[in-house]
């Protein structure tokens, strides 16, 4: 093709197996992706091969619309924060998430703070949470859509006993019970492009208050720590973004089966 021609070339298209398809494709007309919890959907998606969206990778505009819309950020422009959305007795009627209150400028929020170096994201959160509530936490594996890929060189069951779905080929997505971060938010309160990586937990142990577990005197000083109901939590908190993580963990809560309760306590055995 010669540069800068738009023209489309005819490519033959390969044929995919329905039976792991989410959402059958309608040649004539778009598709749109089906999704759980659509008064909780923040961006509009689409499946791979919807038609009214399909990307031809030989027309030039693609690549000049990638360019325009690329962002790039150095190490020391980018600041990692990780936190998570605790809540005890997740299976009960009465299910109740762990926040703090900030005494120093006023406010209720989630716990979470900055990853160290050589950390995991979701060991970060665990850490954080501990060290600005004095609770010590552990993830709760909750059933949601995650655009991580499952293992490809492991059996679906492995020695562990942790079973994964199959990846939707149109979409990506593969819906597991799985400690994968529930979402993320950029928050340039810094200067710095802030991404914060929420993950859903549990208490490990003792629901109180254990300063010993407060690292640093500046935490004792400046968090109370509480439980509150999920309406209660909402209401309370500052920050849309964290209503948001509140609302989407008990929707993914909800959304569990007693045979996904049954594979948890089977997993922590």
């Known amino acids: 093709m010669a540069h800068g ?29 089906v999704r759980k ?88 959160a665990l850490r954080e949470t501990s060290e600005e509530t004095g609770v010590a936490v552990q993830p709760l594996r909750l059933r949601f859509g995650s655009r991580s890929t499952p293992p490809r060189l492991v059996p679906v069951q492995t020695t562990a006993r942790v079973k994964y779905g199959l990846e939707d080929k149109l979409t990506g997505i593969t819906e597991a019970l799985n400690k994968e971060s529930i979402g993320s938010n950029p928050d340039p309160a810094t200067g710095a492009w802030r991404h914060i990586y929420w993950f859903a937990a549990k208490p490990l142990g003792d629901t109180r208050r254990d300063e010993s577990r407060m690292t640093e005197e500046e935490d004792r000083n400046k968090f109370s720590t509480f439980w509150f109901s999920e309406a209660e939590a909402v209401s309370r908190l500052k920050l849309d973004d964290e209503k948001f993580m509140v609302r989407i963990t008990f929707a993914y809560i909800r959304n569990m089966t007693a045979s996904d309760w049954a594979s948890n306590y089977e997993q922590e055995e």
Not at 5 to 12: A, C, D, G, Y
Request: aromatic share 8%; charged share 35%; with cysteine.
């Open 37 to 124: 919890f659509k008064e909780l959907a923040r961006r509009e998606l689409w499946t791979k091969e919807d038609p009214g969206r399909k990307v031809d990778w030989a027309d030039d505009r693609v690549w000049e619309k990638i360019k325009k819309e690329g962002c790039y950020h150095q190490a020391d422009e980018m600041l990692v924060s990780c936190g998570t959305v605790t809540v005890d007795q997740a299976d009960s009627t009465r299910p109740m998430v762990l926040v703090v209150y900030n005494k120093n400028i006023g406010i209720y929020q989630l716990p979470k703070g900055r990853k160290n170096f050589d950390e995991g994201y979701p060991e970060a």
């Open 5 to 33: 021609s738009h023209e489309k070339l005819n490519r033959p298209v390969a044929v995919k197996n329905v039976a792991t398809r989410l959402v059958k494709t309608e040649p004539s007309k778009t598709c749109n992706l």
